[in-house]
């Protein structure tokens, strides 16, 4: 900010998943799931507005390649995803091999309230993929002060 001020906070990462599924002993299909590996926060105070930087790492535990898919990023009070987050972005996910993974890196902007939040990703958010396992497309954060 003009004044040279400047805030961040770390987090701990929660992921929220079920085990792949599994048939005749392989993982078949399409199955994408996500881990935080790291996500900041920073304030501006001057325009009261929070820039979150991060990265998740999209995993591909299916055998069958993934096409193009979409990961969606929402500001919540809390850890569980509902339709009434604040969505603050879409990025683009590559396709990935079966087994494989691609880390997407992410900076969204948002009003700062002075409230602790959580960053949720919702993978595949369109059901546009056909996956083994349609329950475990969304990752929360950590609270983030």
Same mark, same amino acid.
């Given at each position: 900010d003009p004044g040279g001020l400047s805030a961040s906070d770390q987090c701990?990462?929660?992921v929220n998943g079920a085990a792949p599924v599994v048939v005749n002993n392989n993982?078949?299909?399409?199955d994408l799931v996500g881990q935080w590996l790291s996500l900041t926060r920073s304030v501006n105070w001057w325009s009261r507005a929070s820039t979150y930087r $991060? =990265? &998740?790492r999209v995993k591909n535990l299916g055998s069958q390649a993934s096409p193009i898919s979409m990961l969606y990023v929402y500001q919540s009070l809390d850890s569980a995803f509902q339709?009434?987050?604040?969505?603050? $972005? =879409? &990025?683009?996910v590559s396709s990935i091999s079966g087994g494989g993974y691609v880390d997407v890196n992410l900076s969204l902007k948002a009003s700062y309230n002075r409230t602790g939040v959580y960053l949720i990703g919702v993978l595949d958010a369109a059901k546009a993929i056909v996956e083994t396992d349609e329950t475990n497309n969304t990752v929360a954060s950590g609270l983030i002060q």
């Open positions: 701990s990462v929660v993982s078949s299909g399409v $991060g =990265k &998740i339709g009434t987050d604040l969505l603050l $972005g =879409k &990025i683009a």
